[in-house]
């Protein structure tokens, strides 16, 4: 489990996150989305220790990552790709973490073997594509069998067949138990990955859920068809809800449930032809929550 | 913090590290070309010019001479410190490196461990042979010196210290730095430029401000008898020592501090 209180992160001129708190779940996939540059990755840094909060904590297993003992045990990562000495091989990279934290090297092929890196474990990873990188990394922050993952944009460079071997990996790994936490600037990628997603925007936590909690919560519209649109209308408006007139007997119906567009034609006596949810897709959900919070737009949106 | 249960573990981690890249293997290889190839070419031109020049017989030095190539040879070392630490930056490493070990005192510890380990050995080596090599090219027609000399043994084995003391410098560069070129930039200003700015000093300074240098205080370790105003070689150990020490630590505080 990850836990996130208060988190401030202050750089000489910027807020990189502003008292953000969060809690990661074991045993399902958590997408960590946000625009670019909106404290996806600093967090994760924190988390793991390398950039010290100006406020606030965070803990891994209910401890600051500085007190765990062979944290590579208990939590890996995936922060950068080919993060790796160029002239260095992919198994003497492996090897010398593995020595830091007491994991024998019997793991390091296991790893190396699991990511479909054997083949070239002596090569120098300086000559590894990007997408190579990528798995070695994943390699690494699977070293020491970890209750708890952090993986930041892992599938940046992995071609599609990788892709789908990453989100098998996710889904594998918090079946297992774990603590499985993705971060991605892509709604399509995490839909597709996540159980849960947690939104941030210029630091700030903007919404966390299920997927279908999110989608859920968007504001939906209902169209309704029936066979008095006039009345329908006005008992509609009656009851708080937003109602645009699409055509002759067709209405779409904002701020109220289907469930309750329903019960009120029928305590009208009018009868339905149509009553239909428009859900929003998550991209849209997603587009909409961090529109007020993109660092580097793109001028007209 | 006492002697923590992992600090083994890291070391190896960093031993693993260091012998698992060109940049190290060259620069040691570099180390002893310069110390050697440098001391044969110094010796070897001092025998055959010796007979031409008599007036350079008046306080020659068999020792230091021998040892010239160290002047080189200071500058691979302290590349190697260096790159030791910065390669971790520039690559990136050093987050993994940091999440594997987050007492970032102990990085610091096993990596000085690991680099004056090496260091010790190669300088040693290089300065021995070097030191020998002299002796053999200097035999029947200039003065030799004998390692059964305790002033001489004394002067070969600073040499090698010198060297060892210099990397370790390097590295603590490195720490605060972080960047290559800019360890390099600094580390050569420290061994040639600070000589030259104090060159331009009035001479009562010179003497005072002189001896405090890298290379002035390398010159008195390398010597049998220390130049005038210099500090005698075990003074001058202590303050290159003290300098190491210092640097180190101000770079393990500030790496506790700063983000990684």
């Not at chain 1, 999110?214 to 519209?221: D, P, Q, S, Y």
């Not at chain 1, 309704?224 to 809800?241: I, K, P, S, T, Y």
């Amino acid at each position: 489990m990850i836990a996130i209180e208060h988190l401030t992160k202050r750089y000489r001129t910027t807020v990189a996150v502003d008292d953000l708190d969060l809690v990661v779940q074991p045993g399902v996939v958590t997408g960590f989305l946000g625009p670019n540059g909106s404290g996806k990755s600093t967090t994760m840094r924190v988390i793991m220790g390398l950039d010290r909060p100006s406020r606030g904590r965070a803990t891994v297993n209910g401890q600051p990552y500085h007190d765990l003992r062979d944290p590579l045990r208990e939590v890996g990562a995936l922060l950068e790709a080919k993060a790796v000495n160029p002239g260095r091989s992919a198994r003497n990279h492996l090897r010398a973490l593995a020595a830091s934290n007491k994991i024998p090297y019997s793991r390091v092929d296991e790893v190396l073997e699991f990511v479909g890196l054997a083949s070239v474990a002596t090569k120098r990873v300086g000559d590894f594509s990007l997408g190579m990188g990528q798995r070695l990394g994943i390699a690494a922050a699977l070293l020491g069998d970890p209750g708890v993952l952090l993986f930041d944009e892992p599938v940046n460079g992995l071609d599609p067949e990788g892709i789908r071997w990453i989100r098998d990996l996710f889904r594998s790994l918090a079946a297992e138990g774990r603590t499985v936490f993705v971060s991605s600037h892509l709604m399509s990628e995490m839909a597709v990955t996540a159980d849960q997603i947690i939104v941030i925007g210029r630091g700030h936590l903007i919404t966390q859920g299920s997927v279908s909690d999110l989608t859920a919560a968007a504001k939906g519209a209902v169209v309704v068809r029936g066979n008095d649109r006039e009345r329908l209308e006005r008992v509609l408006r009656a009851a708080g809800a937003t109602v645009e007139i699409v055509n002759d007997d067709a209405l779409r119906v904002g701020e109220l449930t289907a469930e309750a567009v329903g019960q009120l034609a029928f305590d009208e006596g009018v009868v339905l032809f149509e009553l239909t949810p428009e859900r929003a897709s998550l991209e849209e959900v997603y587009m909409t929550l961090t529109a007020g919070a993109v660092e580097y737009g793109s001028g007209a949106s | 913090m006492s002697a923590h249960p992992t600090l083994a573990s890291v070391i190896r981690s960093e031993w693993i590290k260091f012998r698992s890249v060109r940049s190290s293997i060259m620069g040691v290889a570099i180390t002893f070309v310069l110390t050697i190839g440098i001391g044969a070419l110094i010796t070897a031109s001092i025998r055959t010019h010796w007979s031409a020049h008599p007036a350079a017989h008046i306080g020659f030095d068999p020792v230091t001479t021998s040892l010239g190539g160290t002047l080189f040879a200071q500058f691979a070392v302290g590349v190697i410190g260096a790159l030791f630490v910065t390669s971790e930056y520039s690559s990136g490493s050093i987050r993994a490196t940091f999440a594997a070990t987050p007492r970032r005192v102990e990085v610091v510890l096993a990596k000085l461990v690991v680099l004056v380990g090496s260091l010790l050995v190669v300088s040693e080596v290089a300065v021995f042979v070097t030191f020998l090599m002299g002796q053999a090219i200097y035999a029947g027609v200039v003065p030799t010196a004998s390692l059964s000399t305790p002033t001489v043994l004394r002067a070969v084995l600073f040499g090698g210290l010198y060297l060892t003391l210099l990397g370790i410098i390097g590295m603590a560069l490195g720490w605060l730095l972080r960047q290559s070129a800019a360890c390099i930039s600094v580390f050569t200003s420290l061994i040639l430029v600070l000589p030259i700015v104090t060159f331009l000093l009035p001479s009562s300074w010179q003497n005072t401000i002189g001896r405090f240098e890298p290379s002035t205080l390398g010159q008195s370790m390398e010597s049998v008898s220390p130049p005038a105003h210099a500090f005698s070689a075990g003074a001058s150990l202590l303050v290159l020592a003290l300098y190491a020490a210092v640097l180190m630590a101000v770079a393990a505080a500030a790496l506790t501090r700063r983000d990684a």
